[in-house]
Nanobody, 131 residues
Framework: HVQLVESGGAAAQGGGSLRLSCVAS?????????????LAWFRRGSGKQRETVAT???????WYSDSAKGRFTISRDTAKRILYLQMNSLKLQDTAMYYC????????????????????WGQGTQVTVSS
């Protein structure tokens, strides 16, 4: 099994930066490793539906939402089993609970960008941006 724990959420000023981290714990019984996980960051603002922010596929490809393009960068440290989301030029509308998600993709090496494509979720970390 895979467990995810996010951290790095905080209060920040508009225009500032934050880096979120998501550490993965993988049980020895899983037939594949961290490098065969497709990973993503989602967020849910108050009163809004959860939306995809960025994804990192096992084949090395990445995807960003329009709101994240040019400001956010998703990356992973395979050795440390950590997924990052570097967020720059923060805006008020970035205020949300941010969730890390994972899906095993040892064969396809990539999955879709939707919520239903991921089966493992972290507990979330709160980002609050103020003016």
């Amino acid at each position: 099994h895979v467990q995810l724990v996010e951290s790095g959420g905080a209060a920040a000023q508009g225009g500032g930066s934050l880096r979120l981290s998501c550490v993965a714990s993988i049980s020895s019984g899983l037939p594949y490793g961290y490098d065969s996980l497709c990973l993503a960051w989602f967020r849910r603002g108050s009163g809004k539906q959860r939306e995809t922010v960025a994804t990192s596929n096992a084949d090395g490809t990445t995807w960003y939402s329009d709101s994240a393009k040019g400001r956010f960068t998703i990356s992973r440290d395979t050795a440390k089993r950590i997924l990052y989301l570097q967020m720059n030029s923060l805006k008020l509308q970035d205020t949300a609970m941010y969730y890390c998600a994972a899906a095993g993709c040892p064969y396809t090496r990539r999955v879709g960008n939707g919520e239903n494509d991921f089966g493992v979720w972290g507990q979330g970390t709160q980002v609050t941006v103020s003016s």
